[in-house]
């Protein structure tokens, strides 16, 4: 990675106009001179590492839902992780670079906003909808079948954004022969929660699991033409919490019957109102890392990368939750076997890297979405290539006194619910904990670094 690094920042500093032309048409023909090949490399590279990255973060998020099994509302946990959401949403971007840049995306791209308020109301929907899952299913079967939204991201990215095409049967196969993979380890899990679980309502959070990986597959279409159509992911995650918050105050009024019971079940979760909160926020930085991995690999790629959640989410429930502790060692073969089958499906579509023809097929989406929404193509193309629009790399990126008031509310809450904070009494691996979390501070500053160094986080 320090190679794809120093090689990188060779090449970002070198004019916009010099790499990528007028337009483009000239990027497309300058594609395969060695200094844009090298930028691609170093980009996929990236785009790997933060799939991976966002696996580890994304399957921690969903173990303080673990809680709807000590008496909290589905709906009222869904809305708390909703909350951490939201404030990490805006807190952790203004922190890296600072809230300028929102400005400017919106400025260049103001369709997109739209776009990502679309993309929060179908991630609330889903996110809940998972949480009904974990309490029918537990979340080591729950996570695999949710995960099915990689299948939905390749079909749409085929679909609408060209990716794909120019691949080379190969990376065809590749890709194919990994959703195929990953579609049998869903079957498995599947078949073996409907004839083995005791839960009464497993047929439930098996058709829960399923319907919120349909629901998240289809989100990442707006994903992809943001990134497309050049804007900042760390602006993206900051538009889409409007959606998502609306959505799901909506959702938590409606299903708690008005304001008054949903405050009481609020002022009963006092206690766990941190770690919901807290789900929320691990999960933005997870997500954030998926969003690279969209951008830099495709959804076609990228999402199946950072779907390696599942394997994460089975470590947590079974190692610190202690999922399946006593049943048979048939449903521990079937889950296990059904779940490395979609880890390896995922791996083989990450590993069928984007090659030059493909890559220039993109390029035509991405004109498409310039053309039709009307977006300065120089800022459409540094986008792309993970640059400033003015094609300076070593910008610095200031932060206003709005930017350090959100850091700072932001903190405040989460230390005042911390105060409150009980641990529930709950069955914890604390050693499994410990190195999990471990992995994923590793994963998050290797991860971090390697954005700041290619990227400076464009």
């Known amino acids: 990675m320090d190679s794809a690094c120093r090689l990188a920042?060779?090449?970002?500093?070198?004019?916009?106009?010099?790499?990528?032309?007028?337009?483009?048409?000239?990027?497309?023909?300058?594609?395969?001179?060695?200094?844009?090949?090298?930028r691609l490399r170093s980009l996929q590279i990236l785009g790997i590492l933060c799939g991976f990255s966002a696996g580890a973060w994304l399957g921690a998020a969903e173990a303080p839902t673990k809680l709807v099994k000590v008496g909290v509302s589905p709906v009222v946990v869904s809305l708390l992780m909703v909350m951490g959401v939201f404030l990490a949403r805006w807190s952790v971007p203004a922190l890296?670079?600072?809230?300028?840049?929102?400005?400017?995306?919106?400025?260049?791209?103001?369709?997109?906003?739209?776009?990502?308020?679309?993309?929060?109301?179908?991630?609330a929907v889903a996110n809940t909808m998972t949480i009904f899952a974990i309490r029918d299913i537990g979340l080591s079967i729950a996570f695999p079948l949710w995960n099915t939204n990689s299948l939905i991201g390749i079909i749409w990215g085929f679909v609408f954004f060209n990716e794909l095409r120019g691949a080379g049967g190969l990376r065809w196969f590749g890709v194919i022969g990994g959703a195929v993979l990953m579609f049998g380890g869903a079957i498995l899990l599947a078949l073996t929660s409907a004839t083995q679980l005791s839960a009464p309502n497993w047929a439930h959070g098996i058709f829960a699991a399923v319907g919120a990986g349909i629901l998240w597959g289809t989100m990442y279409i707006p994903y992809r033409k943001a990134y497309l159509t050049g804007m900042n992911p760390l602006s993206f995650v900051a538009f889409f919490t409007i959606g998502e918050l609306g959505m799901m105050l909506a959702l938590a009024l409606s299903y708690s019957g008005g304001p008054s019971p949903l405050w009481q079940e609020l002022v009963n979760a006092k206690s766990v109102l941190f770690w919901l909160m807290l789900g929320g926020f691990v999960w933005v930085v997870g997500d954030i890392f998926q969003q690279y991995a969209a951008k830099y690999v495709g959804i076609s790629r990228g999402i199946p990368l950072s779907n390696t959640n599942q394997l994460w989410g089975l470590l947590w429930g079974i190692l610190v939750f202690g999922e399946l502790r006593g049943r048979n060692s048939s449903l521990y073969a079937h889950v296990v076997v059904g779940s490395l089958a979609m880890v390896g499906g995922a791996a083989a579509i990450a590993l069928s890297s984007v090659n030059s023809g493909e890559h220039v097929r993109w390029q035509e989406a991405a004109t498409r979405e310039g053309d039709r929404y009307a977006v300065d193509q120089k800022y459409l193309q540094a986008g792309i290539a993970g640059r400033d629009a003015d094609g300076v790399r070593d910008v610095r990126h200031q932060r206003s006194w709005r930017d350090w008031v959100i850091v700072t509310v932001a903190t405040a809450i989460f230390i005042a619910l911390a105060v409150e904070a009980r641990i529930p009494e709950m069955t914890l691996n604390w050693t499994a904990i410990t190195a999990l979390s471990a992995t994923m501070l590793v994963l998050l500053v290797a991860c971090g670094r390697a954005l700041w160094k290619i990227t400076q986080f464009n």
Do not use: F, K, N
């Not at 090449?11 to 395969?32: R, V």
């Open 9 to 38: 920042g060779r090449t970002a500093g070198t004019p916009l106009d010099q790499l990528t032309g007028s337009g483009p048409l000239a990027t497309m023909e300058t594609l395969s001179s060695s200094t844009e090949a090298a």
């Open 96 to 123: 890296v670079r600072g809230t300028a840049q929102m400005y400017t995306d919106m400025r260049h791209a103001p369709h997109l906003v739209v776009w990502g308020i679309l993309a929060g109301c179908l991630w």
